[in-house]
Nanobody, 123 residues
Framework: QVQLVEFGGGLVQAGGSLRLSCAASGLTFRMNTMGWFRQAPGREREFVAAIRWSGGNTAYANSVKGRFTISRDNAKNTVFLQMSSLKSEDTAVYYC????????????????WGQGTQVTVAS
């Protein structure tokens, strides 16, 4: 069974940085894309960033472009989200997800999801 586990959430001051990681295990199909989504209280889950499993192509939501960077370590089946210049509006539960397709920037295109990790930005 596929498992995605996020690490690195926590409390950070506005303007600070935080790095999230997601470890994937039990994959039974070729993974082409890993993505990050986030969900704030009372809001719908929204796309943050995605990266192809092979090829190095990336995609970002306009709200985080230039501040967040997605990267990967294929040997360890791990994807990262480096977050900088954090704002209060970045506060949300962040979810790691896996998709068989590229490009893949919609929730419905992802097959597996992690449990989420809370990121709180204090102003």
């Amino acid at each position: 069974q596929v498992q995605l586990v996020e690490f690195g959430g926590g409390l950070v001051q506005a303007g600070g940085s935080l790095r999230l990681s997601c470890a994937a295990s039990g994959l039974t199909f070729r993974m082409n894309t890993m993505g990050w989504f986030r969900q704030a209280p009372g809001r719908e889950r929204e796309f943050v960033a995605a990266i192809r499993w092979s090829g190095g192509n990336t995609a970002y939501a306009n709200s985080v472009k230039g501040r967040f960077t997605i990267s990967r370590d294929n040997a360890k089946n791990t994807v990262f989200l480096q977050m900088s210049s954090l704002k209060s509006e970045d506060t949300a539960v962040y979810y790691c997800a896996a998709s068989r397709n590229w490009p893949s920037m919609t929730r419905g295109s992802y097959n597996y999801w992690g449990q989420g990790t809370q990121v709180t930005v204090a102003s």
